[in-house]
């Protein structure tokens, strides 16, 4: 299994994952120029990816997506809610949309969305599950017991840690703003995402912290929280912190 996580924040997102000979790409919330030079990195041919999985319709998530699909005529998958909600929808070709619901095959892989939190159309993140498990859980006001179990089993996870509160609190945002972010519909804190891996009865072999903000939160910062947590607990993950300018790879 191959994962890269190309960009992580509200600037901007786009993973890549590999498995079993299957390339997915799960959002595509950067350039396109972007993501096939992030590509290229990794000796992977944009034109070769298999199918692209879409969280949301936040332009943080889709940015790219027009020109890629006028590229390479991807197939994407998402919710049909999100399909109605993209900004970009005209502008794709309507055969490359496949609407999901539950899960599904696509080339020996298993897919599983799982509903999120969000304020979006329908949100959800993605389990992938092949002869591994890598699942996505971003863009969450808060982990519900779904979204426990999703994440439950993952040998690779992506994890949103989006900001400190009390950071957030004594920011410059405006208060509608803070509020979003701090509902059960809006982003992730640092120790909300350490006692979701706390709480997983199956430890995963790497956590990826992402979608961190650039305002209200470091990646020391959330990397401290969280290990510190975890620490208190007795217990040591693999903890790597995604960027927003550059990409973050495991092989």
């Given at each position: 299994?191959?994962?890269?996580?190309?960009?992580?924040?509200?600037?901007?997102?786009?993973?890549?994952?590999?498995?079993?000979?299957?390339?997915?790409?799960?959002?595509?919330?950067?350039?396109?120029?972007?993501?096939?030079?992030?590509?290229?990195?990794?000796?992977v041919d944009a034109a070769s990816l298999d199918g692209v999985?879409?969280?949301?319709?936040?332009?943080?998530?889709?940015?790219?997506?027009?020109?890629?699909?006028?590229?390479?005529?991807?197939?994407?998958?998402?919710?049909?809610?999100?399909?109605?909600?993209?900004?970009?929808?005209?502008?794709?070709?309507?055969?490359?949309?496949?609407?999901?619901?539950?899960?599904?095959?696509?080339?020996?892989?298993?897919?599983?969305?799982?509903?999120?939190?969000?304020?979006?159309?329908?949100?959800?993140?993605?389990?992938?599950?092949?002869?591994?498990?890598?699942?996505?859980?971003?863009?969450?006001?808060?982990?519900?017991?779904?979204?426990?179990?999703?994440?439950?089993?993952?040998?690779?996870?992506?994890?949103?840690?989006?900001?400190?509160?009390?950071?957030?609190?004594?920011?410059?945002?405006?208060?509608?703003?803070?509020?979003?972010?701090?509902?059960?519909?809006?982003?992730?804190?640092?120790?909300d995402a350490a006692w979701a891996l706390v709480r997983m009865?199956?430890?995963?072999?790497?956590?990826?912290?992402?979608?961190?903000?650039?305002?209200?939160?470091?990646?020391?910062?959330?990397?401290?929280?969280?290990?510190?947590?975890?620490?208190?607990?007795?217990?040591?993950?693999?903890?790597?912190?995604?960027?927003?300018?550059?990409?973050?790879?495991?092989?």
């Amino acid at each position: 299994m191959q994962v890269s996580v190309l960009a992580s924040g509200s600037k901007g997102n786009a993973v890549y994952v590999e498995m079993d000979g299957v390339r997915l790409l799960i959002d595509a919330g950067i350039s396109a120029t972007r993501i096939k030079k992030g590509l290229a990195a990794e000796g992977v041919d944009a034109a070769s990816l298999d199918g692209v999985l879409i969280t949301h319709e936040h332009r943080d998530h889709i940015a790219g997506l027009t020109t890629l699909s006028k590229w390479y005529h991807l197939p994407i998958f998402t919710r049909r809610a999100t399909i109605e909600h993209m900004s970009c929808r005209q502008a794709i070709p309507e055969e490359c949309f496949h609407a999901i619901e539950g899960a599904f095959r696509l080339d020996g892989l298993t897919i599983d969305p799982f509903n999120i939190s969000h304020d979006a159309a329908d949100p959800v993140g993605y389990r992938i599950m092949g002869s591994k498990r890598c699942t996505l859980a971003t863009d969450l006001g808060f982990v519900t017991a779904s979204v426990q179990e999703a994440i439950d089993g993952a040998d690779v996870l992506v994890l949103e840690a989006n900001h400190d509160p009390e950071t957030l609190k004594h920011g410059d945002y405006p208060w509608a703003l803070k509020r979003r972010i701090l509902s059960n519909r809006g982003h992730l804190a640092n120790a909300d995402a350490a006692w979701a891996l706390v709480r997983m009865k199956k430890r995963p072999q790497q956590v990826f912290l992402a979608h961190l903000s650039e305002k209200n939160n470091t990646p020391e910062l959330a990397e401290n929280t969280v290990e510190a947590i975890l620490k208190r607990q007795g217990i040591v993950l693999p903890i790597r912190m995604t960027a927003q300018d550059k990409a973050v790879h495991l092989h």
